[in-house]
């Protein structure tokens, strides 16, 4: 059973920069194809950016492209989310999910395919 964990949200002026990690608690982080989501009030939760299991392989949502940027360190069992040039629509509650693949290089965008979820930080975006 793998347990994640977000940490790094907060108040922040648009055109600022916050990074979010995910810790997961199990010895299997390496096997996890991980992606971030978020979900805005009255919103559906949508994609925000994916990685592989080895971290070679990312995507993100054309909203995040170039503003955003994840990584992995497997050795640490973490994944980050760099926020940059942040807006006031990325006002959200961000989620990292994560997925037991066999693939090293398979991105996931689909949020019914991961099944680990974290609680979820509150990013707020001020302009």
């Known amino acids: 059973q793998e347990q994640l964990v977000e940490s790094g949200g907060g108040l922040v002026q648009a055109g600022g920069s916050l990074r979010l990690s995910c810790a997961a608690s199990?010895?299997?982080?390496?096997?996890?194809?991980m992606g971030w989501f978020r979900q805005a009030p009255g919103k559906e939760r949508e994609f925000v950016g994916g990685?592989?299991?080895?971290?070679?392989?990312?995507a993100y949502a054309d909203s995040v492209k170039g503003r955003f940027t994840i990584s992995r360190d497997n050795a640490k069992n973490t994944v980050y989310l760099q926020m940059n040039s942040l807006k006031p629509e990325d006002t959200a509650v961000y989620y990292c999910?994560?997925?037991?693949?066999?693939?090293?290089?398979?991105?996931?965008?689909?949020?019914?395919?991961?099944?680990?979820w974290g609680q979820g930080t509150q990013v707020t975006v001020s302009s």
């Open positions: 999910a994560g997925k037991s693949i066999q693939s090293v290089l398979l991105v996931i965008d689909a949020p019914q395919v991961y099944n680990y």
């Open positions: 199990g010895r299997t982080f390496s096997t996890y194809a």
């Open positions: 990685i592989s299991r080895s971290g070679f392989n990312t």
